[in-house]
């Protein structure tokens, strides 16, 4: 194996225990040293490879966004009826979150440190979110009295909010509801299909 095929190897293994132990203890609880020993690695190569815990997560964060972005994109600019496109995003989001729990609050603890312009094209590879299309669908149902008349930025906050906000808030949902982490997974399988129904009631006629 040659030098270049052993950094990759060495990367990878980072970033398999990095994600991992982010899953276990989240963003704040952390530590190099954790992802260290769950890599079997020393810290000082660790360092090595990457400088610090945000450098480590930043990588991880794009890595997902790369993978489920181009997804939402095709989805909001698909022709799909509108209340399939419902069903669909809330799937493909809260499969997302449920891969990678801790994104919600680094995205919001990023947005508040840096320029949240600039920050929301790094996830987007540079662009914005494609939602005329879906934007356009929504007056168009309107329109025809399939739903009520809704202004497509409250929709898509709504889709977005009702799948973001219980993992942004999973230490206080368990905390309050005394549940286990695999009640709080079950739960949040369950609310892949309760989230789309409901707003989909929400607006249709």
């Not at 181009?70 to 909001?76: A, E, I, K, Y």
């Not at 603890?109 to 005329?132: C, N, R, S, Y």
């Not at 695999?182 to 789309?196: C, D, G, L, N």
Request: charged share 25%; aromatic share 10%; with cysteine.
């Amino acid at each position: 194996m040659n030098k270049k095929q052993k950094d990759q190897t060495t990367e990878q293994k980072i970033l398999e225990a990095a994600r991992a132990v982010f899953m276990e203890q989240g963003m704040a609880g952390a530590r190099m040293q954790d992802i260290a020993d769950k890599a079997g690695i020393n810290k000082a190569l660790l360092h090595y490879y990457f400088r610090n815990k945000n450098k480590l997560f930043e990588v991880i964060f794009l890595d997902a966004a790369a993978r489920f972005m181009p997804r939402v994109s095709m989805l909001f600019e698909s022709e799909q009826p509108l209340f399939d496109k419902i069903r669909a995003f809330t799937t493909t989001y809260m499969n997302m979150l449920s891969e990678n729990p801790y994104l919600p609050t680094f995205i919001l603890t990023e947005m508040h440190k840096q320029d949240g312009a600039k920050f929301l094209e790094k996830i987007w590879g540079g662009e914005k979110p494609p939602v005329e299309k879906l934007a356009a669908q929504v007056r168009k149902e309107a329109a025809k009295g399939i739903i009520k008349p809704i202004n497509p930025l409250e929709l898509i906050l709504n889709m977005v909010s009702m799948c973001v906000f219980p993992f942004a808030a999973k230490p206080m949902a368990k905390l309050v509801f005394n549940l286990s982490e695999a009640q709080f997974k079950q739960v949040m399988e369950q609310r892949k299909t309760s989230v789309a129904q409901f707003i989909i009631d929400s607006i249709r006629k």
